[in-house]
């Protein structure tokens, strides 16, 4: 419902001042593509296209240009600058999820989503995920919300919502 | 980048993508290859049948006669005397009568008896030399000289027969005096002679009195034409001509007719057969009749390039619904990052046209190759060449936007499953 998937059916989800529920689903999907950035528990990308491409085409979706230097920027934070002309295919799990934060953080939100975020990442890789969403969150001064139940993971935050 | 990335789509996947262009050319080349050949075959038959109203010649099928005397393609009905001929060349309803006699050829290049008026009915000037005057003196249409590397003043021997390798005429050689221009018709595969050279190799009694009167009268034939081409001079060339002639020896194949009076189309035929032993058919006639006969030929092929046609849609189809289960993530994922339902729409859209665009593009190409080879066999049996360069707008803008109606068809119900998909519970199911 925050990232805007699905509409209250009463009340109100704002973000950064704009009320999703106001949004129609044009709007919507603008809003989401500009404001929001999600990481899924399993990463999913356009097959078809490399991993450069996949960061050129979320940039795109979201506000119209492709972007490739920030691409390339984010890609050589994350240590990846040498797949980007791969298919996400030929990665590993640990790689997809660092290639889904930099998709993320691609067009500057305001807002990351991450679902479970570690959870099919072995030790050093969820290690190397939470660094990278701390240091590219508050680089980039987006507000970071995680699910999760992975210890590794919770140690790391201070300020958690236990449910 | 909706485009790049529906480009990509197609790359990604290329034992669907090359099973829906290997279908989609197949009909397109087909298709087009029959548009073209009917198109230009019609085109070749009516330009020929100009200016010839009807054709007389030996009882027999009027077909054959039309196919033997204007086209050149089947053996003639059979010879008529020409005095029973001029009968009719000089009745007042014709305007102009060209008489046609067969016998030889030369290296299966039939030799064709005839005045000077044939050649200037199809249109064909000389490219070099001059108009055949005496006896064994002939004009080569350019496709044969351009075949067999013929030049003005080059001799030869003819056979006999209308096929290569007949009994050859060693005694008679024929001289070439000049070369045609090329007209795109049939005379351009025919070597042009007078009617008494065909007769005198033929075996006439007084071999010598023949070439000695012909000599004089086509050098008066020639003059008259410097003068005038008015039919009417023609007319009375071929009357003198044959005066000349001793009837029962002389021999015509067919005479092509061009009346005055159209009434006589509807007239000769009964009026001929019942009186004479000749007959006469009317080119366009039979030509319709042969179209007729191919038509149904031509239209099986049709149907069946529209079934292929049909068969590469559905593959199309097939191909994108399949794949919808394992991109259903993907265009989650284009929809979190921003993607509108109309940019999925158009994605799907975009890969089923750029198939139909590059399918169509190989289509046109193969089925212009196919036509070029067509047309080389047709050229050396049938003497019938094909423009593979020809572009009919019409027909394959039609045949166009056909395939692109196709795709779009083949595109709509995977793209609307795509437009209405819903993404929190495709990723609450990953």
Known sequence: MLGGLLRPSSGSVSIAGTALESLSERQLDAFRGRQIGMILQESHFVAALSVLENLQLASWLATGNQNSDRALQLLAELDLRDHAAKYTSQLSIGQKQRISIARALITSPSLVLADEPTSSLDDENAAIVTQLLKKLSQEYGAALIIVTHDQRLKEQFTNSVVL | MIAKTALKNIRYRPLNTALSLVLLTASVAIISLLLLLQNQFEKKFSDNIDGIDLVLGAKGSPLQLILSSVYQMDAPTGNIPLDSAQV???????????????????????????????????????????????????????????????????????????????????????????????????????????????????????????????????????????????????????????????????????????????????????????????????????????????????????????????????????????????????????????????????????????????????????????????????????????????VLWEEEGLLFLLTIFTGFIAALVPAIKAYSLNISKTLANA
């Open chain 2, 88 to 390: 009719w060349m000089k009745n007042p309803f014709v305007q102009s009568a060209i008489p046609l006699s067969f016998g030889d050829n030369y290296r299966g290049f039939k030799i064709v008896g005839t005045t000077p008026e044939y050649s200037q009915k199809y249109g064909a000037t000389l490219l070099s030399g001059t108009m055949f005057q005496k006896d064994f003196e002939v004009v080569v249409g350019n496709a044969i000289a351009e075949k067999l590397g013929l030049k003005v003043g080059q001799k030869f021997l003819g056979s006999h027969g209308d096929v290569e390798g007949g009994e050859v005429h060693e005694d008679h050689p024929y001289v070439i005096t000049g070369i045609l221009k090329p007209t795109g018709k049939v005379i351009d595969n025919l070597i042009l002679s007078n009617l008494s050279s065909v007769w005198a190799v033929h075996g006439s009694h007084d071999h010598s009195e023949e070439v000695t009167d012909d000599h004089v009268h086509s050098e008066a034939c020639n003059h008259e034409h410097e003068h005038s081409d008015a039919h009417d001079h023609n007319h009375s060339d071929q009357s003198s001509e044959t005066a000349h002639a001793q009837p029962e020896t002389r021999e015509i194949t067919a005479v092509l007719l061009k009346m005055r009076n159209k009434m006589a189309l509807v007239t000769w035929p009964r009026l001929i057969a019942a009186n004479t032993n000749m007959q006469v058919a009317s080119p366009a006639v039979e030509v319709n009749r042969l179209f007729t006969l191919f038509g149904v030929g031509i239209q099986a092929l049709q149907y069946l390039a529209y079934g292929i046609m049909l068969i590469s849609g559905i593959s199309i189809f097939i191909a994108l619904y399949n794949t919808l289960k394992e991109r259903k993530y993907e265009f989650a994922l284009m929809r979190i990052s921003g993607a509108g339902r109309f940019h999925l729409l158009k994605l799907i859209v975009f890969e089923s046209l750029f198939l139909c665009v590059i399918g169509f593009v190989f289509g046109i190409i193969s089925g212009r190759i196919a036509l070029y080879v067509i047309s080389g066999i047709a050229s050396d049996e049938y003497k019938m060449t094909f423009s593979p360069l020809e």
